[in-house]
């Protein structure tokens, strides 16, 4: 009768440190996927602030003004327009990261010439 009692106490340590393995192990994968979660919303964050700071200054253009982002690269695209504007594809290059728009804006905005 002894013996049985301690087989079952055998293996019902052995559940438990089964049990236990499997629950840390369940927990190290959760805890890395909510790290992940965590890294790709800061980058979409920083995504949407990119491209935020890019509209601002698209709209700053078609307004006829000038942008305030030091950061910002204009380059007029060949096409038809209305009398007095352009197309132009502005990029916004922050961090290793790019956010590209396309609009119509002044000509003056993008230097006044012609194309």
Same mark, same amino acid.
């Given at each position: 009768? @002894?013996?049985?009692?301690?087989n079952r106490r055998a293996f019902i340590m052995i559940?438990?440190?089964?049990?236990?393995?499997?629950?840390?192990?369940?927990?190290?994968?959760?805890?890395?996927?909510?790290?992940?979660?965590?890294?790709?919303?800061?980058?979409?964050? @920083?995504?949407?602030?990119?491209?935020?700071?890019? @509209?601002?200054?698209?709209?700053?253009?078609?307004?006829?003004?000038?942008?305030?982002?030091?950061?910002?690269?204009?380059?007029?695209?060949?096409?038809?327009?209305?009398?007095?504007?352009?197309?132009?594809?502005?990029?916004?290059?922050?961090?290793?990261?790019?956010?590209?728009?396309?609009?119509?804006?002044?000509?003056?905005?993008?230097?006044?010439?012609?194309?």
């Amino acid at each position: 009768m @002894e013996a049985i009692l301690r087989n079952r106490r055998a293996f019902i340590m052995i559940d438990f440190i089964i049990g236990f393995a499997l629950l840390a192990f369940l927990g190290m994968l959760f805890t890395i996927a909510l790290a992940k979660m965590h890294r790709n919303s800061d980058r979409l964050a @920083e995504d949407r602030a990119l491209y935020r700071d890019a @509209e601002s200054a698209m709209l700053d253009l078609q307004i006829g003004g000038a942008t305030k982002a030091s950061d910002i690269k204009i380059s007029r695209i060949e096409g038809q327009a209305p009398a007095g504007k352009a197309w132009a594809e502005l990029t916004l290059a922050r961090q290793g990261r790019e956010a590209t728009l396309v609009g119509l804006v002044p000509q003056s905005a993008i230097g006044g010439n012609t194309p």
